[in-house]
């Protein structure tokens, strides 16, 4: 039997960007982890109806040298001991790797596919939500519905989402929403 999920991207969806000059970038340290209010419960909704949550987050940082995989390996500790979450996927790739670039950095869909894979995901039957352009990119690439958390970033998208919402609890209840239409 194939399983339906809900893919998440981590920094802007799961927990509080670290923003500079209108970007986000991932907390460098545990201690400035912070899981945005009514995520726990968006969770517990959707785990609740039945969906897989999968996280696939870029972390180039670890690929450049500037943040350690330690950190981040703990930060998704402290993540998953406060949330319902089934599977995390994380590239850590830097960049383009011998000038081609990576099948696993989104905007390529290949932590979806590889989580697809290892957890008998039906696609098709799933969603990618996420605040930016990448991750809207890689759900349509994998054949996922998407969600787009605009965060007003400065930064434009370059495929058209299924849903526009301004956080994840409204991502949930669009989702939820869909799937009982």
């Known amino acids: 039997m194939k399983h339906k999920a809900v893919f998440l991207d981590r920094d802007g969806v799961i927990n509080r960007p670290i923003i500079r000059d209108g970007k986000p970038f991932p907390p460098m340290r545990v201690e400035e982890f912070e899981i945005l209010p009514g995520v726990a419960e968006a969770c517990a909704k959707l785990k609740a109806a039945g969906f897989l949550l999968v996280v696939a987050t870029n972390q180039p940082d670890v690929g450049r040298g500037t943040l350690a995989r330690e950190t981040v390996e703990a930060i998704h500790a402290k993540m ?16 383009a790797a011998h000038g081609q670039p990576s099948k696993f950095r989104k905007p390529a869909p290949g932590m979806l596919l590889r989580a697809a894979r290892e957890l008998t995901i039906d696609l098709r039957a799933s969603w990618m ?29 370059r495929a058209n989402p299924d849903f526009i ?7 949930a209840d669009v989702i939820l929403g869909a799937s009982a239409a």
Request: charged letters at 30%.
């Open 165 to 171: 919402v301004r956080d994840l609890t409204a991502a």
């Open 129 to 157: 939500v996420g605040d930016r352009w990448r991750d809207i990119d890689c759900g349509a690439a994998a054949g996922c519905r998407t969600v787009f958390i605009d965060l007003d970033h400065a930064e434009e998208l």
């Open 80 to 95: 998953c001991a406060a949330l319902p979450l089934d599977h995390i996927e994380v590239c850590y790739d830097g960049g």
